[in-house]
């Protein structure tokens, strides 16, 4: 069974020649994303995302949860700022991650997958996240180390699925680029699990405004074969039948 899942980093959906890149792009495709949107950015700016996931859901897409830690300044829940470059405590961390994930609950969408902002991992995240019935994290990356933050996992690279403290880590496989060259060149970057083959790129919501950016994404959709078409979502449930709890 092959898998492609494009998967699309999202902070500034709120800005319109974001959104509207974005919506083309979803509609033009033949494949099924899975939208990890950070709402942070349009909660400061006071700007309503509920329309945008709507439609994002109802075109046939995953919505689902990217958080970028920082210390967030106003009161808890309503965030009016950050403040770059801090410390973080636990506390901090856990703020980040609850108020994103309780935007998305009071719009009807209760996100089920998770990468985080800068690919920072921290055991705070994994047991959050498992804390809060998240299904799979697609922070870990096949192709880069995971930092040195975690006691969970090795600062290493993650070439396969896995699981960490129980939640199901489906690593993500490449950048744009990076896919559209192997894909060229059909040398592969996928996951292979038995029968099961999978590729789950990403990039970020503001390189759409860029037209080469665009042309590379529309490239990748007609390679793909579109019996292949799935979110993470259904992605992870196929993992999560092999590799064990
Ligand atoms: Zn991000």
Redesign the pocket.
């Known amino acids: 069974m092959r898998f492609v899942c494009p998967t699309m980093?999202a902070?500034h959906l709120h800005m319109e020649p974001v959104w509207s890149a974005t919506r083309a792009t979803l509609e033009r495709s033949r494949l099924r994303w899975t939208m990890f949107v950070?709402p942070l950015l349009a909660r400061i700016e006071g700007f309503d995302l509920a329309p945008v996931l709507a439609w994002i859901a109802d075109h046939g897409h995953e919505v689902a949860m990217?958080t970028?830690h920082h210390k967030l300044v106003g009161e808890p829940g309503r965030t009016t700022g950050f403040v770059l470059g801090e410390q973080l405590s636990e506390a901090d961390i856990h703020r980040c991650l609850q108020e994103n994930f309780d935007y998305f609950v009071e719009r009807g969408h209760v996100p089920k997958g998770f990468v985080s902002?800068?690919w920072l991992v921290l055991d705070a995240i994994y047991e959050w996240l498992a804390a809060h019935g998240f299904d799979y994290d697609s922070t870990l990356r096949t192709y880069a180390a995971a930092g040195p933050w975690s006691s969970f996992v090795d600062d290493a690279q993650c070439p396969t699925a896995r699981r960490v403290k129980g939640l199901l880590e489906v690593p993500t496989t490449a950048p744009l680029t990076p896919q559209l060259k192997a894909m060229v060149r059909r040398s592969r970057r996928s996951v292979v699990l038995g029968n099961l083959v999978y590729d789950l790129y990403y990039l970020?919501d503001y390189d759409l405004v860029r037209l080469h950016k665009r042309v590379a994404v529309h490239l990748l959709d007609r390679l793909a074969p579109e019996s292949a078409a799935a979110t993470v979502s259904e992605l992870a449930r196929g993992v999560a039948a092999v590799v064990p709890g």
Do not use: A
Request: hydrophobic share 0%; no cysteine.
């Open positions: 980093h902070e950070d990217h970028h902002g800068s970020h």
